[in-house]
């Protein structure tokens, strides 16, 4: 019963808090997908740069975790758009990729990224963490 009503309170923190998340891995989206609904986070998945700046643009998400390789535009080209597009510009962007050169950190950083997250040193419980930390600054 106390689980139940901890996770009720997670949900109602976190449903007016919005997260796209960005991957073309049916692997990765499957995981993160089990990770945020287990955590009560309101979330939608795009699996292309195309559909993910539509969603953007149509669902207005406080928080898009942006994957760089995806298989028609690439997470920067994206990134790029989302930052010019005036009804997407003050979302807030994480780059979760495997690249973890800091050339890609320091082309996403100058391109408007918040932050950049190389998936090989974060679990996706704890990207949770550093999700349910972001909405608790930004509630």
Same mark, same amino acid.
């Given at each position: 019963?106390?689980?139940?009503?901890?996770?009720?309170?997670?949900?109602?923190?976190? =449903? $007016?808090?919005?997260?796209?998340?960005?991957?073309?891995?049916?692997?990765? @989206? &499957?995981?993160? +997908?089990?990770?945020?609904? =287990? +955590? $009560?986070?309101?979330? +939608?998945?795009a699996q292309n740069g195309i559909q993910a700046l539509e969603m953007a643009t149509n669902q207005?998400? &406080? %928080?898009?975790?942006?994957?760089?390789?995806?298989?028609?535009?690439? $997470?920067?080209? @994206? %990134?790029?758009?989302?930052? =010019?597009?005036?009804?997407?510009?003050?979302?807030?962007?994480?780059?979760?990729?495997?690249?973890?050169? =800091?050339?890609?950190?320091?082309?996403?950083?100058?391109? $408007?990224?918040?932050?950049?997250?190389?998936?090989? +040193?974060?679990?996706?419980?704890? @990207?949770?963490?550093?999700?349910?930390?972001?909405?608790?600054?930004?509630?």
């Amino acid at each position: 019963m106390i689980l139940y009503t901890n996770t009720y309170i997670i949900v109602l923190m976190y =449903q $007016g808090n919005k997260i796209l998340f960005v991957d073309d891995d049916p692997n990765i @989206v &499957s995981l993160y +997908s089990a990770v945020f609904t =287990q +955590s $009560g986070f309101n979330f +939608s998945i795009a699996q292309n740069g195309i559909q993910a700046l539509e969603m953007a643009t149509n669902q207005r998400p &406080s %928080l898009v975790l942006l994957d760089i390789m995806l298989p028609d535009l690439n $997470g920067f080209d @994206v %990134l790029k758009r989302l930052k =010019q597009n005036p009804e997407t510009k003050n979302a807030t962007v994480w780059m979760i990729t495997n690249l973890a050169e =800091q050339i890609n950190k320091e082309t996403a950083r100058s391109l $408007g990224a918040s932050d950049y997250l190389v998936k090989a +040193s974060f679990t996706p419980n704890q @990207v949770c963490e550093k999700i349910k930390n972001f909405f608790g600054e930004t509630v």
